[in-house]
């Protein structure tokens, strides 16, 4: 952990300055750049694709939690059990559909742009959530829920004072999945016209300008990092708070 | 033999186990009894090597246990633990096989020792040699544990709260079973307990351990009637202490010639069911039966007499 | 359905009462209204899987027969593909299947045996030309060579950098199970690894291994360079290590703790205790780590594509920038069936080194 105190703030600033100055960074990656080639990418602002870029994951996780929970919700109430091998075994099946093939498929269907992305990423994060949700519904601490009755909260009350926030620690470790999913997805989205990061990546790999790559590779791995160690920092709280 | 000559375990500077030195007699179960944290699992571990003493040390049959590395020491001496330890991917054969697997016995030298170990714990071979523990009950999966440590017939038995995941009908009948089996073989047994019950019930010789110290070691009779410190009488109970001592008292010992109305007791029974006999059908004396005979009574004043003998 | 004057322009849909004579359309429409009928209401499993083998059966036949009366008299260059009917009723046939197994629950050669029947059967009807006028197939029969190229490399990269990160793994993964402080700086630096978008991984991966084959001599000769295969494979070589080691640590730490402590008890050296106890009941655990892998590998391997590493991706990606959407579906298909196939294969396996037999009280 005293790693993470100084290391944080320090990929934090890298992020930002690669980000918003990156003309400040051209005498470290012109070794890799082509002979007299652009060093810095500037066919669009990076700040304007970063945003586009999580702006999507942000969106399709958004989405794809809301959904998810709804159904794991419903099939974990008894009225809905009878869906539940159903599901568990749509989602088994989705977990082995690999990121980029949902993304291919989605093209001949949707087209090429942000749609499809948005789709891609949606039906992918879907998933992981689903996933721990039902689990992290389904094994709630048996005297818990007896004494949630015993006091005479009614079935909304229960779900919403004792089983959700129960449950939030793992809940979110799905999103933090999905999450982590959707970023890596997203930038491939760029293959299919959305304008994300991976443009950056993709336009060094079409010239061969490796400065290109390296500069989108590193501020999407920093993003994925640095999200991917915030939302871990969430869940520890929340655990701790729930007394995990 | 097996002697413990000031043995020691200090953890950051504290005993845990603090400078013991006990003898246990060949052939005889000693119980380990303390409350937790006392130091008698560490104790009881110390003698296989599972933990390594700080300083003394603790001899078989007069050598050193440091003589032998700690692995090979292990192979002689039988350890049974709370909640079975059974390896839940080997049948039940194979999990009793274990250690004289472990000496390279031939195949057929082993199963003949699995069948004969299930039969004397009243489990039929066939039924069960091939079972998992899983498909055990808990009673059951017990008794293999315990089969398990006396496979290679070992110079002792060590036993760490084997019956402490029993419930109490099928605890005391395993604890019969321990001292048929014991008497039969001949076996040495050390078994560690919080219980003082089970200790009073299976123990030779008991061994009372407060705070890493022996504070007495002595026969159950004695700690009984005789409690040492302060901590072994609470350890007792002040107040049952005198139906604890006449639990250990056959009914043999004071049996009188005469006629007594009701059911009888066996000869084996003790003091205590006697007692309980007459207060429970409003007696003042019960018959004693042997073999089905009536060889006499045992009356409540006999009971009375006998309890303060030690008062 | 749709028909299409060649392979790039949007094709133009036709219903299947449109698609021919009624001999043709009624038999194929009605068994998928059995299958649909049979499958839909869930008390028995048997008959969902019944229902979902007759629909499926119904879809192929209206596939065949529609696709060569489509033709018949449209040019040369045109196209045939299954639409968004289509794919829709073959995914709940699929689901429906699915699920009744997931029901019945077969015992692991069940499965087996089943999984070589469909594959078998799959490879009986893609052999006999049956659906050969599919614009999926015409796109197959015009690059056979490649195809089978891409199959092999795609197959190379996965398992290939599945097996170098065993070898590497288990190792870990055992030395972890030892000792704690090795664990505790490993596992963060793994998930750390695998956090890192795979299109960035393999892009990281280029000047790395650009400079590498710059630098050492000898390094270019056996393969490594920035493009192609080698940054590829150790990318997936990277990303494999999490799973693998973290589930080595899992599965080993699996076995109870007082099995541990009888086995140390009963006199077992550490190399006894891991080869006799601790493997044998993590195995299940550890090789859940390797069907993670594999499934994840097979899918990562597309991104390949992208730097010249070759599989699928190289479809994928060609097809994605022609906007033919065939050409994708040429590199997805088999990329989702493969991954399907190998995830069956690897739980089948999960399932027969279970140490006990299942559903023991």
Redesign the interface.
């Known amino acids: 952990m005293k790693i993470g105190i100084v290391l944080r703030p320090a990929l934090i600033v890298l992020l930002l300055a690669l980000v918003l100055r990156p003309a400040w960074f051209a005498p470290v990656f012109a070794p890799l750049a082509p002979a007299n080639g652009p060093v810095i990418y500037e066919r669009a602002s990076l700040l304007s694709l970063s945003l586009s870029h999580l702006g999507l994951v942000a969106a399709a996780t958004a989405a794809a939690t809301l959904v998810a929970v709804t159904l794991a919700i419903l099939v974990t109430r008894p009225s809905g059990a009878a869906f539940r091998p159903l599901s568990r075994t749509i989602a088994n099946m989705g977990q082995t559909f690999p990121p980029v093939a949902v993304l291919a498929l989605a093209v001949p269907v949707l087209g090429f742009g942000s749609g499809p992305t948005l789709v891609a990423l949606f039906l992918y994060g879907l998933l992981p959530i689903f996933e721990n949700a039902i689990t992290a519904l389904s094994t709630l601490p048996p005297a818990t829920m007896e004494a949630a009755r015993g006091i005479g909260l009614n079935r909304w009350q229960k779900l919403m004072r004792v089983e959700l926030p129960l449950a939030l620690p793992v809940i979110l470790t799905g999103i933090r999945l999905s999450v982590v999913i959707a970023l890596g997805t997203a930038t491939i989205g760029s293959t299919v016209a959305a304008r994300t990061l991976g443009e950056v990546i993709i336009a060094g790999l079409l010239t061969n300008n490796t400065a290109y790559v390296l500069q989108g590779g590193l501020i999407v791995g920093l993003f994925a990092v640095l999200i991917y160690d915030a939302l871990v920092q969430l869940e520890a709280h929340l655990a701790r708070r729930v007394g995990g | 033999m097996i002697e413990i000559d000031r043995i020691t375990k200090t953890y950051d500077g504290v005993h845990a186990v603090d400078s013991v030195t006990m003898t246990v007699e060949t052939g005889t179960i000693t119980i380990i009894v303390g409350t937790s944290g006392s130091g008698k699992t560490t104790l009881l571990r110390m003698i296989n090597r599972l933990e390594e003493p700080s300083s003394g040390e603790v001899r078989i049959n007069g050598e050193s246990t440091l003589a032998t590395k700690p692995h090979l020491l292990r192979r002689r001496i039988g350890y049974a633990i709370q909640g079975h330890g059974l390896f839940p991917h080997h049948s039940v054969a194979r999990n009793i096989g274990a250690v004289p697997e472990l000496l390279n016995w031939p195949k057929d030298k082993i199963s003949a020792r699995v069948d004969e170990l299930l039969t004397l714990f009243s489990m039929d071979p066939v039924a069960f040699r091939d079972r998992y523990p899983a498909e055990l009950s808990g009673g059951q999966q017990q008794r293999v544990g315990v089969a398990r440590a006396l496979a290679s017939r070992p110079d002792l038995l060590l036993m760490d709260e084997p019956f402490g995941a029993l419930d109490p009908i099928i605890r005391s009948r395993a604890q019969d079973d321990l001292r048929r089996i014991q008497q039969r073989l001949g076996s040495t047994i050390m078994l560690v307990t919080h219980d003082m019950d089970e200790a009073i019930r299976l123990g030779d010789r008991v061994a009372v351990m407060d705070g890493g110290k022996l504070v007495q070691y002595a026969t159950p009779a004695e700690i009984i009637s005789q409690p040492a410190t302060g901590f072994v009488a609470d350890m007792v109970g002040d107040v049952e202490r005198p139906l604890r001592l006449l639990s250990l008292i056959p009914v043999s010992e004071v049996v009188e010639d005469g006629a007594a109305e009701g059911g009888a007791l066996p000869a084996g029974a003790s003091l205590r069911d006697a007692l309980a006999a007459c207060l429970w059908t409003g007696r003042t004396a019960v018959p004693v039966a042997h073999d089905d005979a009536v060889v006499g009574r045992v009356t409540l004043d006999a009971i009375r007499a006998r309890a303060e003998l030690h008062a | 359905m749709t028909v299409a004057a060649n392979r790039i322009v949007a094709g133009e849909g036709v219903t299947v009462l449109a698609l021919a004579g009624a001999e043709v359309t009624l038999p194929g429409l009605v068994a998928i209204l059995v299958g649909l009928t049979l499958g839909l209401p869930?008390a028995w499993p048997q008959l969902r899987l019944v229902g979902a083998i007759v629909g499926l059966a119904g879809l192929l036949w209206l596939l065949t027969h529609g696709a060569s009366a489509l033709l018949d008299g449209a040019g040369d260059y045109a196209r045939v593909s299954p639409a968004?009917g289509f794919w829709c009723l073959l995914l709940i046939f699929?689901?429906l299947m699915?699920?009744a197994l997931?029901?019945l629950a077969p015992g692991p050669l069940a499965r087996g045996t089943l999984l070589a029947a469909v594959l078998a059967a799959a490879g009986i009807i893609l052999w006999s030309g049956a659906l050969s006028e599919l614009s999926i197939l015409q796109e197959y029969a015009s690059r056979k060579a490649a195809f089978a190229n891409a199959a092999l490399r795609h197959l190379a990269l996965a398992l290939g950098s599945l097996a170098t990160a065993a070898a590497v793994g288990f190792p870990l993964g055992i030395l972890c199970h030892r000792r704690a402080d090795l664990r505790e700086t490993t596992l963060p630096v793994l998930s750390?690894l695998?956090?890192?978008?795979?299109?960035?991984?393999f892009?990281?991966m280029?000047?790395i291994l650009?400079w590498v084959g710059n630098t050492l001599p000898g390094a270019q000769a056996i393969g490594i360079a920035?493009i192609g295969f080698a940054p590829a494979f150790l990318a997936l070589v990277l990303y494999s290590l999490l799973p693998v080691v973290g589930n080595t640590v899992a599965g080993l730490a699996s076995a109870?703790p007082?099995?541990?402590?009888?086995?140390?008890?009963?006199?077992?050296?550490p190399r006894?205790r891991l080869l006799?106890?601790e493997l044998?009941?993590g195995l299940p655990v550890i090789l859940t780590g390797v069907r993670i892998v594999l499934?994840?590998n097979?899918?990562?391997a597309?991104?390949a594509g992208?730097?010249g590493g070759g599989g699928f991706?190289t479809f994928?990606?060609q097809?994605?920038n022609q906007?033919a959407?065939d050409l994708?579906?040429l590199?997805?298909l088999p990329?989702?069936a493969l991954?399907?196939v190998s995830?069956i294969v690897m739980d089948i396996l999960v399932d027969l080194t279970r140490?006990?037999?299942k559903g023991?009280?």
């Open positions: 869930g968004v699929m689901l699915a699920d997931a029901n750390f695998q956090t890192i978008p795979s299109l960035a991984m892009g990281l280029i000047p650009g920035g109870p007082a099995a541990l402590e009888a086995a140390r008890g009963m006199g077992m050296t006894q006799r106890v044998p009941l499934v994840q097979i899918g990562l597309v991104i992208l730097i991706g994928v990606f097809g994605l906007t959407a994708i579906l590199g997805a990329t989702v991954a399907l995830a140490p006990t037999p023991g009280a």
